[in-house]
């Protein structure tokens, strides 16, 4: 069982950036990939951005308003952490972020879809004013 939470949102002026964090519990985290995802309102859950259990291999979003190129996802597995840095926000950017963890062990296969991840953190909102 892993419990996820986030934090790191707020509100921001466009052009500024942020840094999320997910702070996971219990000793498998280290084996997990993770995953960023957003939902804004009246939206589906989206990716955005995932890293596999070792840092061997990220995935960026790449559809028209994602965060590719803009962003970082990275780990502490020491830290049981998973962060999200965001540059050059953009009003489009405001939702709720969540992070997930997809509970094969040892994956290095960063997957893309709600459905495959297993865990799941309460969310935090990121606002960004234009």
């Known amino acids: 069982q892993v419990q996820l939470v986030e934090s790191g949102g707020g509100l921001v002026q466009a052009g500024g950036s942020l840094r999320l964090s997910c702070a996971a519990s219990?000793?498998?985290?280290?084996?997990?990939?993770m995953g960023w995802f957003r939902q804004a309102p009246g939206k589906e859950r989206e990716f955005v951005a995932g890293?596999?259990?070792?840092?061997?291999?990220?995935?960026?979003?790449s559809y028209g308003d994602s965060v590719k190129g803009r962003s970082t996802i990275s780990r502490d597995n020491a830290k049981n952490t998973v962060y999200l840095q965001m540059n050059s926000l953009k009003f489009e950017d405001t939702a709720v972020y969540y992070c997930?963890?997809?509970?094969?062990?040892?994956?290095?296969?960063?997957?893309?879809?709600?459905?495959?991840?297993?865990?799941w953190g309460q969310g935090t909102q990121v606002t960004v004013s234009s």
């Open positions: 997930a963890a997809d509970s094969r062990p040892k994956s290095t296969v960063v997957v893309t879809r709600v459905s495959e991840y297993d865990y």
């Open positions: 890293i596999s259990w070792s840092t061997s291999s990220t995935y960026y979003a």
């Open positions: 219990g000793r498998t985290f280290s084996r997990y990939a």
